[in-house]
């Protein structure tokens, strides 16, 4: 594949700010389209100064995203562009995008010794209610080989589902995660690199019965998907059978490498906890990248195995949704809530609303931490009950 041209970045971010934002957008058919801004309007507000990274193909309108100070431009080049817009699976671009800047961090962390940045990667449906920066000073409670309770550091925080509904129960097994939300502690950036890959490696390299949709919905002939081809054939193959399959795959590639890792303990805790009642669960695993021939990276390689601290994050407060067909345990806690997720096609316009109501609430009462903090959130969240996705 072409190399991907890179922002210029420093470890230490922004000064004065140790985190950064990353958003994936590209823009298909209609090009006169104006993109919806709130997630990164949103960003900026709570958190001015701290920069944000606009992921993007070389051939998307930036410049409404540029307006926002704190917005850079990464661009994938001609070759990789010409790929995403034949084969249309954006989450497979994003996900090596995501690649190649915690490769980035990596890198420029080894060489200064400083820590890289906190990093956050969000969908562009998602509205920040408050500063996320907190979730990076806490730790959080795991279990160590010995079985002792530690707290200490995560490297890697993933939002949960945990008590679906009846009708959802086999959600919260096969389709536990939500990507649209993922932290990276920069302290242990090179532990999350190492999950990314692992990802990668059963999304790109698999050569197994394992396929990103037949694991959560089954292919077409109800057969195993296996491959052989090159990375071309695999995804038009892909995309023929499913639509969706590509949005399935970023989800099923995550699920995949946390359950594949070597656990200390136990297994991933979903099916078997309430997170609803956890601020948050750790779970320590070992993280094992592949060559592209399917065997354990050498261990001397930089993609050898990690020791990776997860930090399983509720929903409900992470990444709710707002009442409908997608929200099942992860319906917003009030004031506890950080982010919300507008799913579905009609619930996404609606973020529009609740950004001009946040706008208005912050003008009147102040930082959502600040003394009038109850009101601020009072406003938000008595319009957030109102906008309720019909989808």
């Not at 002792?148 to 009708?167: F, H, I, L, Q, Y």
């Not at 193959?237 to 970023?250: E, G």
């Not at 695993?285 to 354990?296: D, E, N, Q, W, Y």
Request: proline share 5%; with cysteine.
């Amino acid at each position: 594949g072409g190399e991907v041209a890179v922002v210029e970045t420093s470890a230490s971010a922004k000064a004065g700010c140790n985190m950064v934002s990353a958003l994936f957008y590209v823009q298909l058919g209609d090009v006169n389209k104006a993109p919806e801004l709130y997630t990164a309007l949103s960003l900026a507000m709570h958190h001015p100064g701290c920069k944000i990274v606009l992921m993007t193909d070389n051939q998307t309108k930036t410049s409404a995203w540029e307006a926002i100070e704190e917005v850079e431009v990464m661009r994938l080049d001609s070759k990789r562009t010409e790929k995403l817009r034949e084969t249309k699976e954006l989450m497979l671009f994003r996900h090596i995008m995501e690649i190649d800047l915690l490769m980035q961090y990596n890198k420029e962390a080894k060489a200064s010794g400083i820590p890289a940045p906190n990093v956050v990667f969000l969908d562009t449906d998602v509205m920040i209610m408050k500063p996320l920066l907190p979730v990076f000073e806490r730790t959080v409670t795991s279990i160590d080989a010995k079985g002792n309770r530690v707290e200490a550091a995560w490297d890697v925080g993933m939002t949960v589902r945990s008590a679906c509904p009846r009708k959802f129960k086999d959600r919260c097994l096969t389709q536990p995660i939500n990507t649209g939300v993922k932290f990276v502690h920069g302290e242990h950036v090179k532990g999350a690199l190492s999950l990314w890959q692992v990802a990668a490696d059963y999304w790109v390299l698999e050569n197994s019965a394992f396929f990103c949709f037949t694991h959560l919905i089954g292919s077409s002939d109800g057969k195993p998907i296996t491959y052989e081809e090159g990375i071309e054939q695999k995804i038009k193959r892909r995309m023929r059978r499913n639509s969706t399959a590509d949005f399935l795959c970023d989800q099923a590639a995550f699920f995949n490498a946390i359950m594949a890792g070597k656990h200390v303990i136990r297994g991933p805790p979903w099916g078997r906890f309430n997170f609803s009642n956890y601020s948050s669960l750790g779970q320590e695993m070992i993280a094992v990248p592949r060559t592209s021939k399917g065997k354990p990276a050498p261990a001397n390689s930089d993609r050898a195995e990690q020791r990776i601290r997860l930090n399983f994050l509720p929903c409900n407060r992470w990444n709710a949704i707002l009442s409908g067909r997608h929200a099942d345990d992860c319906k917003p806690q009030g004031y506890r809530s950080y982010i919300i997720h507008f799913k579905g096609s009609s619930s996404k316009p609606k973020g529009k609303i609740l950004w001009a109501v946040m706008k208005h609430a912050y003008a009147t009462y102040g930082k959502p931490d600040g003394p009038r903090s109850n009101q601020y959130f009072n406003e938000i969240y008595s319009a957030a009950s109102l906008l309720r996705p019909d989808d």
